[in-house]
């Protein structure tokens, strides 16, 4: 049975009414074939992901069959001020001090407190005496939700978000995923119902992987080294994956990983079933799809919308009872939210100084520091900068893999996480960041031949011409490059399209430094378009396209772990669903306009902006100078690294990467970021023992 709520927290609540947002990491196990497993199983589990969540520690144990027969633990990151406040879902016992029995479902949270460090926001969290939760997240309109649920007849007994999402839960079913704003990813068991429901944001800026063990386990987890605790874990490479990453440079475009066998919910996807029905397979769909309908395309009613909006995003993600800091490239996407908050500050009581933290070079050519001056210049301000160097990268790059997981593309996470160390060492514990500003509003580069293409799909010839004209003069294109690149978004896209493209581009899908027979993967284009389906409008599938698939899903993969990894939370207001359902349905000329990107959002920051950030047209982000390392400066480090790679790979990299990388650096050849891509791929296999094919 729970404990009974008591007094003394009916007090503590009423003196304390403060509302309680938690980011956190969660692992789970769940045995298959009815045979008990332990519980340091699940605990091992929780110890491999802590950093996710140092302020409290929680574990969940069902024995038996009903699910009535359970037990609750603390661990030794459990204040003392949970062990004792007779909250009913809250432990009064370290697992620790508790002998070692079998248990048929498991639950670990790990958390990181953000609002309200009282023990109300403890969990695993019980609502009714029915439903646990284990949760990693925000949901930032939590309070309005609040608001209403109690006009259904729901009483609660903590401050938390956490309790409102089980509550929605008992009111609304899976239909209460769209009753949120925010991120998140959770499980809910229903012990009533022996129903497991899980769900991740509509946009996957939480993670939530899972994993079907031969031994006879399903298993949860924010990270997949938490896997590695679990008994038959094999780690086998996904070779689609690696192929996908190694020859087109994407990750997390599907549901698989780079571990063959462990998958992950993707954005605005859920499952709900009953675990006793459980037995290889999730039935897995999805939730969210973003909804269509036509916007009115007066400009200057638009501006004053967009800016309204924004503002608002930003305003519900600065919601926070510890300090909230700032990233700040000199981009256009972070130089807006740095700008706003600074103003909304000035019209209200906030004391607290702003804080922004930036990554700089010195190289001139990478360095973004006098653009993130002139955003900063006049304002009280507290700036942060960092200068990544390449001995630091090599220093840290057995950590920063570690905690990512899986490869990545490019050193340019380095600069981010330096950026990361830097918040947690100045005190902030919540970072707002730019990530995913780009992608709905087609605000890379490449989406001016999108935009003529589609153009050209719609037979609006005038308006090409003088698109084309725009971007010949502002870009310095020359207009036979302008149309050859837009042509090939349009063929490549068609029907008859992409059967040649694979026989075209055989030789850079078929590179003579990898083995694609050893690797054994097929030959993919999946950078291209799926089917169209209902949206015919080329520009919008590439939005699409890029917010959930190829572009953002990687971002947001290293977002995380790289925040984590600093026990930080980092919030991204540009993908506050409304916002983006707001942006998608624009017209496309409040997009992209006269070569200009982005082009409704430097219109509407005029007045917020200076001119010189405001009208930029190149981008950075947070970026390392690679290019100049690997070709002048740290050449041999570059050189062996990759010898090394090659010797790891186990075949797959072929000695013929050293020609290729001596043929980058001598400049017969385009920089590329492939080598980066080889060296990383091979640290990866070392690191977790990653076998080509399973051992028989």
């Known amino acids: 049975m729970l404990k009974r709520e008591s007094n003394h927290y009916k007090k503590y609540c009423k003196r304390n009414n403060r509302e309680s947002l938690t980011m956190c990491g969660f692992t789970a196990i769940l045995s298959l074939n009815n045979n008990p497993f332990s519980i340091s199983l699940c605990k091992n589990t929780g110890d491999l992901i802590n950093h996710r969540g140092p302020d409290d520690e929680g574990y969940l144990f069902f024995?038996?069959?009903?699910?009535?027969n359970y037990k609750i633990y603390g661990g030794e990151d459990t204040p003392e001020s949970v062990l004792q406040s007779h909250i009913q879902y809250c432990p009064n016992r370290l697992i620790s001090l508790d002998k070692n029995f079998d248990c048929k479902l498991a639950f670990c949270h790990r958390r990181l407190s953000i609002i309200?460090?009282?023990p109300t926001g403890h969990q695993p969290m019980c609502y009714k005496n029915r439903y646990w939760i284990v949760y990693n997240g925000e949901i930032y309109n939590y309070i309005e939700i609040k608001k209403e649920l109690i006009t259904l007849g729901h009483t609660f007994i903590s401050q938390s978000d956490t309790e409102v999402i089980l509550a929605a839960y008992d009111e609304w079913g899976v239909e209460c995923q769209h009753h949120f704003i925010g991120m998140w990813a959770f499980l809910i068991f229903d012990t009533k119902?022996?129903?497991?429901?899980?769900?991740?944001?509509?946009f996957g800026i939480k993670p939530l992987y899972y994993w079907f063990s031969e031994e006879g386990f399903l298993s949860f987890a924010s990270e997949i080294k938490a896997f590695t605790a679990?008994?038959?874990?094999?780690?086998?490479?996904?070779?689609q994956i690696a192929y996908d990453f190694l020859i087109h440079g994407i990750s997390d475009h599907t549901s698989e990983t780079f571990f063959r066998g462990l998958f992950q919910l993707r954005g605005g996807e859920y499952f709900q079933n009953n675990i006793e029905e459980l037995h290889d397979s999730l039935s897995v769909k999805k939730w969210y799809t973003i909804n269509r309908e036509e916007l009115p395309d007066h400009l200057e009613e638009i501006q004053d919308q967009y800016l309204a909006k924004l503002s608002d995003s930003i305003s519900i993600h600065l919601r926070s009872d510890v300090p909230v800091g700032s990233c700040l490239s000199g981009g256009l996407d972070s130089s807006a939210i740095v700008s706003l908050i600074y103003k909304s500050r000035q019209n209200n009581s906030n004391n607290q100084q702003q804080q922004t933290f930036s990554a700089c070079s010195d190289q001139k050519q990478w360095d973004e520091t006098d653009y993130?001056?002139?955003?900063?210049?006049?304002?009280d301000i507290s700036p942060h900068f960092i200068i990544p160097d390449v001995e630091g990268l090599f220093d840290t790059l057995k950590q920063l893999l570690w905690h990512q997981d899986e490869p990545f593309g490019s050193t340019s996470i380095y600069a981010q996480w330096l950026v990361f160390q830097s918040a947690k060492a100045n005190n902030i514990k919540v970072l707002l960041d730019g990530q995913g500003a780009d992608e709905v509003i087609g605000g890379y580069h490449y989406f001016h031949d999108?935009?003529?293409?589609?153009?050209?799909?719609?037979?609006?010839?005038?308006k090409l011409i003088q698109e084309s004209i725009a971007i010949h003069k502002l870009h310095s294109r020359g207009y036979l490059d302008i149309m050859k690149s837009s042509l090939y978004f349009i063929?490549?896209?068609?029907?008859?399209?992409k059967p040649y493209l694979i026989h075209y581009e055989k030789e850079k899908l078929t590179p003579d430094w990898l083995d694609v027979d050893k690797l054994q993967s097929n030959l993919s284009l999946p950078l291209l378009l799926p089917e169209s389906g209902k949206e015919k409008d080329l520009f919008t599938r590439y939005c699409y396209h890029q917010t959930f698939y190829t572009s953002l899903p990687a971002l947001l993969h290293y977002e995380d772990r790289n925040s984590m990894a600093h026990s930080l939370e980092s919030r991204v207001p540009y993908l506050d669903n409304r916002f983006v359902e707001y942006i998608i349905n624009l017209p496309e000329k409040c997009k992209i306009h006269g070569a200009i990107t982005k082009y409704i959002m430097r219109f509407a920051l005029k007045s917020i902006l200076p001119d010189r950030v405001r009208c930029r047209m190149d981008k950075m982000g947070f970026i390392t100078a690679e290019e100049y390392w690997i070709k002048v400066t740290y050449q041999d480090a570059f050189q062996s690294s990759l010898e090394l790679a090659i010797k790891n790979s186990k075949g797959i990299i072929k000695p013929e990467a050293m020609n290729y990388f001596k043929k980058m650096v001598s400049g017969k050849i385009p920089f590329s970021n492939i080598v980066w891509r080889i060296i990383i791929f091979g640290f990866w296999m070392e690191m977790f023992k990653v076998e080509l094919f399973e051992r028989k």
């Open 193 to 202: 119902k022996g129903i497991l429901f899980g769900s991740r944001d509509r």
């Open 116 to 118: 309200d460090l009282s």
């Open 63 to 68: 024995m038996g069959e009903d699910f009535q």
């Open 491 to 497: 063929f490549c896209n068609s029907r008859i399209g």
């Open 372 to 379: 993130i001056n002139e955003v900063l210049k006049g304002k």
């Open 230 to 239: 679990v008994p038959g874990w094999k780690p086998i490479l996904n070779s």
């Open 450 to 462: 999108i935009h003529i293409a589609n153009l050209l799909l719609k037979r609006k010839i005038r």
